[in-house]
C-alpha cells in the first residue's frame, strides 16, 4: 500500500530523531540537517541506513547527498562558487530539492543549507513512487 | 603493543555476526577506583569491549584490507551492573555494510541477563577521506600486527579444521 505524504513525514522524522538525537520538534520540513539539527558527515551515513531501513529502499550514497563529490571538481567550483555547470549538474542530482534560493547566491558555504527534512522527505516519496 | 579488551571469540560468521566473551576481575585496577568498596566495570569499557568485537567483524568483513574507525555510538543503553568475577558476552552483528562505513548492532550479556544494548558505526576512512594521511601506527589491522588473527584462528578455522579432519580419517 502506498505511503501518504503524511507517514512519509513522520517515518523520516522518527528516523531523524533517532539518528541526530534531537526532539520531534526541532524536525521542521525547513529545518537544515548541518546547520539546525547539527549533522555531521558520519550521521548523514547512518540516516541513509536507516531510511533504507525504514521505508525498505535502496540509496546509492550519491543520490541523497550528491554535494561532496560536486564540491571537489574544479570544473564545478571556482572561487568558491559553484560554476553554471556545476549549478547545472546539481539541478540534475538533486531533482528533490528546490535550488531557487541558492542559485542566486551559489556559495559552497551554503551548499549544506540545501539538505534540509523537506528534501529527504521529497526524495523518498520520489523513491517509492517509482518503486 | 595493542590493547585488546575481548578474551575470545566463540562464534564468527564472516561479514554478519561475532560473539565474543570478556572475563572481568578484580585484578583490572580501575575498578578498585570505580567505585572503592563497589567494583563494577565501567560502562565506557563496555562501548570499548564491544567496539572490538564489532570492529573486528567489519574489519574482516573487507578482509582487513580498510581502515576501520569508530566514527559513532549511535546507541548505548545500560540495564546492569558487571562485577569483577562476571564473563560477560558481545554478540554483534552488521546491520549494513558499504565500501565506505558499517552500521552495526550489539547486545551484551550476562549469564542471559541483558546488561547492555550498543549500535555503533564505523567507516573505512580511505573511502571516506581519500587523500588524507593518518599515521599507520593509529590504525590495527596493519599486517605486521597478528594478534587479531591470534583471536580468530581458532573460530575462523573451526570450519576449514572440521575439514582437515574429515580427509584425516
Known sequence: MAMSRDEIIQQVQEVLVDALGVDDDEVTAEATLMGDLGAESIDFLDIVFRLEKAFGIKIPREELFPAENLMTDSEFVHNGKLTERGLAELREKMPHTDITAFEGDPDLNKLADLFTVNAIVNYVEGKLEAA | ?169
Open chain 2, 1 to 169: 603493543m595493542r590493547w585488546i579488551w575481548i578474551d575470545k571469540f566463540v562464534e564468527f560468521e564472516s561479514g554478519r555476526r561475532a560473539v565474543a566473551l570478556k572475563n572481568v576481575t578484580l585484578a583490572e585496577e580501575h575498578l578498585h577506583d570505580h567505585f572503592p568498596g563497589f567494583p563494577v566495570m565501567p560502562e565506557c569499557l563496555m562501548i570499548e569491549a564491544m567496539a572490538q568485537t564489532s570492529g573486528i567483524l567489519v574489519g574482516e568483513a573487507k578482509k582487513f584490507q580498510e581502515k576501520v574507525i569508530l566514527a559513532k555510538v549511535k546507541k548505548a543503553v545500560f540495564f546492569d551492573y558487571v562485577k569483577p568475577g562476571d564473563t560477560i558476552k558481545l554478540d554483534a552483528k552488521i546491520d549494513s555494510i558499504i565500501s565506505e562505513a558499517a552500521s552495526t548492532s550489539g547486545k551484551i550479556t550476562c549469564e542471559d541477563k541483558l546488561i547492555a544494548e550498543i549500535d555503533l558505526m564505523f567507516s573505512h576512512i580511505d573511502q571516506n577521506l581519500a587523500g588524507k594521511e593518518f599515521p599507520q601506527e593509529n590504525f590495527v589491522f596493519d599486517t605486521g600486527t597478528s594478534v587479531f588473527e591470534s583471536l580468530l584462528r581458532d573460530v575462523l578455522s573451526a570450519g576449514a579444521g572440521a575439514a582437515d579432519s574429515e580427509q584425516d580419517r
